[in-house]
C-alpha cells in the first residue's frame, strides 16, 4: 500500500512519520533545538525533495533540503535566502516554503519575515528577493499581526504559472498576473473589525488562505474574524462563516480532490485562544461554505486547550484523503477516511507549528 510521509515542524525541530491508517513510525527530531517554521515537500521529481525553513537562536535562520526523504540534509553554503543589502533588512524567519504547480516544474517560493516573497528557479536550493512586492506602494502603511510582519501564505494557480496569491500578515491578500511583476490588493469583502474603517483595501489580518480540489478560482480564507470564500481567485470575498461555534481561527486547508470540502479548526477568541468551546473539534464544508459539519470521532473529549495554528492542519493526497492536525499542546492527530474518523499519532512533542504531507512510493 502506498504511504504518506507526514512533516511536523515544532519549536524544537522536526519529526518525520511514515505510514497510513492505523501504523506509523517516527523520527527525529531533527534540526534539534531549532523552531521549523515552514516545510514544503516538493513531489514534482522523481524523488520527493523536503524543503525545511529552521531558526537557530545562535546561527539564524536557514533553509534546508533533503533528497532522501529526511535521512540526510543540505545546507547551502550561500544563505537560500537573503535580503539584498540594498533593503536594509535581514531576515528574521523562513514562515513558508511553497512548490510551485506543475506549469513551473522547477519553481519554489519562499515567504519571510519581514514581509517579503523570495522565489526559487531551482528547486528551492538558491532564493531572489520579488521586488515588486517589496517595493509595493502600500507598503509603508503595513503593520505587523501578533506573529509579526510576514508573508505567511502563498498559493499558485496550476493553469498559469504567472498568477501568485500571497497572504500579508497584517496587509491582506495581493494578487499578481504577470508573475510577480505587478501586485494589488485583493480584499474586498474581508472585514477588518479591528480598524476604524472596516473594509479597508489593505490591512486585513488574514491568517491563512486555501485553494480548492476542483475549481483554482475558488479559495478558501480564514481572516482574523471570519472565514470566507472567492468565487474570482481573490477578487471578491463573501462570508461563510455561519454555521460554526467561533469564525475566528488560524488555518483553513482544502480537500485534495474533492470540489468545495475545505477544513477550519474554530478558537473562541483573539483574547481566548482556545478551540472553540474548548472542545477538539476539526470543521468540514462539502458545500462550499454553505453549512458546517463538526468532527470529533476519535478526538479528545471533555475540556481541551490545544490551539491549532495556521499551518498546523492540512490534507494529503489520497484518496480518502489523509487530514492532519497538530497543535500547541503538543498532539498530532490524523484522519484517513476525509475527516470521518481520527487517531492520536503523538503526544507531548514541542509546540507544533506547521504540518505537511504527502503520498509517497
Not at 31 to 50: C, H, W
Not at 117 to 139: C, I, K, N, Q, Y
Not at 248 to 256: E, I, K, L, S
Not at 323 to 352: C, I, K, T
Request: net charge negative.
Amino acid at each position: 500500500m502506498t504511504g504518506v510521509l507526514l512533516a511536523v515542524g515544532t519549536r524544537k525541530g522536526l519529526f518525520i512519520g511514515r505510514g497510513r491508517g492505523g501504523r506509523w513510525d517516527f523520527d527525529g527530531p531533527h534540526f534539534n533545538a531549532q523552531a521549523v517554521y515552514s516545510i514544503g515537500i516538493d513531489t514534482r521529481r522523481p524523488v520527493p525533495r523536503l524543503l525545511v525553513g529552521g531558526d537557530s537562536s545562535h546561527w539564524g535562520p536557514s533553509v534546508f533540503h533533503s533528497e532522501d526523504m529526511g535521512a540526510s540534509w543540505i545546507e547551502p553554503k550561500r544563505p537560500a535566502v537573503m535580503f539584498p543589502k540594498d533593503t536594509g533588512a535581514s531576515l528574521e524567519r523562513v514562515w513558508q516554503l511553497h512548490p510551485a504547480g506543475p506549469a513551473a516544474p522547477d519553481v519554489v517560493y519562499a515567504g519571510t519575515e519581514p514581509a517579503a516573497l523570495f522565489r526559487s528557479e531551482d528547486a528551492g536550493e538558491t532564493f531572489e528577493l520579488v521586488r515588486p512586492l517589496w517595493e509595493h506602494p502600500t507598503r509603508s502603511q503595513w503593520e505587523p499581526g501578533g506573529g509579526g510582519e510576514a508573508v505567511h501564505t502563498v498559493v499558485t494557480d496550476r493553469r498559469d504559472a504567472d498568477a501568485v496569491t500571497v497572504a500579508v500578515s497584517a496587509a491582506g491578500v495581493f494578487r499578481s498576473r504577470d508573475g510577480g511583476a505587478d501586485w494589488a490588493p485583493s480584499n474586498q469583502g474581508v472585514s477588518a473589525v479591528f480598524l476604524p474603517d472596516p473594509h479597508p483595501e489593505f490591512g486585513q489580518c488574514v491568517h491563512k488562505i486555501a485553494q480548492d480540489a476542483d475549481d483554482p478560482d475558488r479559495l478558501y480564507l480564514q481572516n482574523h474574524w471570519g472565514v470566507y470564500r472567492s468565487d474570482d481567485a481573490g477578487a471578491r470575498w463573501t462570508d461563510i462563516g455561519d454555521g460554526l461555534p467561533s469564525d475566528f481561527g488560524f488555518t483553513v486547508a482544502a480537500h485534495p480532490h474533492r470540489a468545495d470540502t475545505a477544513y477550519v479548526f474554530p478558537i473562541n477568541a483573539d483574547e481566548d485562544r482556545v478551540p472553540a468551546g474548548r472542545r477538539c473539534r476539526v470543521y468540514r464544508t462539502s458545500d462550499a461554505g454553505g453549512s458546517w459539519e463538526p468532527l470529533s470521532d476519535g478526538l479528545p473529549e471533555g475540556d481541551h486547550y490545544g490551539t491549532v495554528l495556521r499551518d498546523a492542519l492540512c490534507t494529503d493526497d489520497a484518496d480518502p484523503a489523509g487530514v492532519y492536525f497538530g497543535n500547541r499542546n503538543g498532539e498530532l492527530f490524523a484522519s484517513a477516511d476525509d475527516g470521518d474518523s481520527w487517531q492520536q499519532l503523538a503526544a507531548h512533542l514541542p509546540d507544533v507549528l506547521c504540518v505537511r504531507a504527502a503520498v509517497v512510493d
